[in-house]
Nanobody
Framework: QVRLVESGGGLVQPGHSVRLSCVGSGRIFSTMGWYRQAPGQQRELVATITRAKITDYTDAVKGRFTISRDNAKNLVYLQMNSLKPEDTAVYSC???????????WGQGTQVTVSS
């Protein structure tokens, strides 16, 4: 059974930082990443990272967020700095099976940026 379990998040003040973690099990994953969905908005790709550690970011978070991973432990992280109220969303971990069986999602973790 494939599982992706996120941790981190919560309430954070504007300008502050938070780190999200996601541990996967049940598969070897090629690309891993993070999506987010704010109330009333479509899900948005935030960042992805390949097993070769090649990263990609949506423009809105470039220079503020950093994605990283530990392949041996099937962990992916999202370090979020200089947070803004518009970063408020449910952040979900994403992983693609390296053997092509499909894409998988975590349950999501709420990040609220507010003073």
């Amino acid at each position: 059974q494939v599982r992706l379990v996120e941790s981190g998040g919560g309430l954070v003040q504007p300008g502050h930082s938070v780190r999200l973690s996601c541990v996967g099990s049940g598969r070897i994953f090629s690309t891993m990443g993070w999506y987010r969905q704010a109330p009333g908005q479509q899900r948005e790709l935030v960042a992805t990272i390949t097993r070769a550690k090649i990263t990609d970011y949506t423009d809105a978070v470039k220079g503020r967020f950093t994605i990283s991973r530990d392949n041996a432990k099937n962990l992916v992280y999202l370090q979020m700095n200089s947070l803004k109220p518009e970063d408020t969303a449910v952040y979900s971990c994403y992983a693609r099976d390296a053997l092509g069986s499909g894409d998988y999602w975590g349950q999501g973790t709420q990040v609220t940026v507010s003073s």
